[in-house]
Each structure stands twice: as structure tokens, then as C-alpha cells.
């Protein structure tokens, strides 16, 4: 089974400007979560999908980030315009039926903000 | 939004030794809990999970869980330099759309040492 697919696999790129992430979830899992992981903290969810449509929002900063899984599969994260303390690691995770017990997680993209 | 509290450590053992990681967590309703090992640069994968009071073995690894007390902790035997992570704990919590999502602890990171 091949896992949660994520590209860039690095970003680095001057505050003000714009970026987007990329997500291609396991085969068949209709759940899609984005989390975000500053150095030295534990991930924190940022929106959640069921297929696509979106569940869980509450902590997207929807002033600068956007989210959309048009087809129900593959999902982009978008931030515009960037700011410093967005400098984190971008983890996409996918499960089966939005059950914690399968959840599995992507490699990330790491993105600095200078 | 539930919390999870862990130690961030770091956290430093021996060879050999026993590692002990502890999580408390907010909410008394809480279910499940699930322990992730993290390396550095890389995502978090999941080691185990809990929902019974009691002890949870899996080779090395032994899950604690004392709902009473709010407290799960995770005990690593005959540590090796290679169980050299961040080890994050993560609770359920139900989503507006009913499905659940992971919140995340810290972490607290563990070196074990030759």
C-alpha cells in the first residue's frame, strides 16, 4: 500500500510571499487532515476533510491560509501571504473513516519563512 | 479543546534502561490514547494505544493508563540508543462534524545513551 504522498519535500521563501502544499492521501481513506508542527512542539490540526468536504477548521488562519480537496482526493494547502511564524513543518495525514486508529502521516514539507 | 501535557524532557537514559513517559490529559471523558515516536526530520508514526484502565504490553513497550488520575504513560524496557526520539501522546476529540480528530501533546523527548 503506498503511504500519504507529500510535495515539496522543502520550501524556503521570503515573508509576504504565497506557497501551496500538496497531498495525496492512501488509496480510498475519505478522511484528509492537515496538521502544522512548529519546532519543538506536537502537531496541531489545522482543517480536516471528509471526503471533500471540510469538518474541522477552527484553527486554519483563514485571513492567509486556504485549504480545498475538489475530487474528494488529493489536497492543497495554500498560505498567502506568508509571515515568519509560519516557519514549520506541514504534515497531511489521512485515515480511513476519520478513526484516530488508522491515521497515517505524510513525510511533511518543511517550510522556512525568511 | 482538550489538552494534553507532557514533560518535554529531554529526557535521558542509559542503555538498558527503563524510560519512563508520562501524559496528563483535560478531559475526564476521554476514551483512547495513543503514544507516537517521532525521529528527528521525520513524521510521527504510531507506536501504541490505550482505552482500558491498566497495562498494554507490546514487546518492549508497555502503555499505563490510570483515568482516574487523568494519566497514561508509556514505558520503554531494555531502552536501546535506536528508541532515541520524541515521543508524543494524542487524545481524540470529537470534531463540529462529528467525526474525531488527534490533538497533539508536546512531546517529550527521549536520548538514550551508549
Known amino acids: 500500500e503506498a503511504g500519504v504522498a507529500q510535495s515539496p519535500r522543502y520550501k524556503i521563501i521570503e515573508k509576504r510571499q504565497s506557497v501551496a502544499f500538496w497531498c495525496n492521501p492512501i488509496?480510498?481513506?475519505?478522511?484528509l487532515y492537515w496538521y502544522q508542527q512548529i519546532l519543538g512542539q506536537g502537531p496541531k490540526l489545522l482543517i480536516q476533510?471528509?471526503?471533500?468536504?471540510?469538518?474541522?477548521d477552527s484553527q486554519l488562519p483563514k485571513d492567509r491560509f486556504s485549504a480545498e480537496r475538489l475530487k474528494g482526493v488529493d489536497s492543497t494547502l495554500k498560505i498567502q501571504p506568508a509571515k515568519l511564524e509560519d516557519s514549520a513543518v506541514y504534515l497531511c495525514?489521512?485515515?480511513?473513516?476519520?478513526?484516530?486508529?488508522?491515521?497515517?502521516f505524510g513525510s511533511g514539507t518543511r517550510l522556512t519563512v525568511v | 479543546q482538550k489538552e494534553v501535557e507532557q514533560n518535554s524532557g529531554p529526557l535521558s537514559v542509559p542503555e538498558g534502561a527503563i524510560a519512563s513517559l508520562n501524559c496528563t490529559y483535560s478531559?475526564?471523558?476521554?476514551?483512547?490514547f495513543f503514544w507516537y515516536r517521532q525521529y528527528s526530520g521525520k513524521s510521527p508514526e504510531l507506536i501504541m494505544f490505550?482505552?482500558?484502565?491498566g497495562d498494554k504490553e507490546d514487546g518492549r513497550f508497555t502503555a499505563q493508563l490510570n483515568k482516574a488520575s487523568q494519566y497514561v504513560s508509556l514505558l520503554i524496557r531494555d531502552s536501546q540508543p535506536s528508541d532515541s526520539a520524541t515521543y508524543l501522546c494524542?487524545?481524540?476529540?470529537?470534531?463540529?462534524?462529528?467525526?474525531?480528530?488527534?490533538?497533539f501533546g508536546k512531546g517529550t523527548k527521549l536520548t538514550v545513551n551508549p
Open positions: 478531559d475526564r471523558g476521554s476514551q483512547s
Open positions: 495525514a489521512s485515515s480511513f473513516q476519520g478513526t484516530p486508529y488508522g491515521y497515517t
Open positions: 490505550i482505552y482500558s484502565n
Open positions: 476533510f471528509q471526503n471533500n468536504g471540510v469538518v474541522d
Open positions: 488509496s480510498g481513506h475519505a478522511t
Open positions: 494524542a487524545v481524540p476529540t470529537l470534531t463540529q462534524g462529528g467525526s474525531e480528530k488527534l490533538v
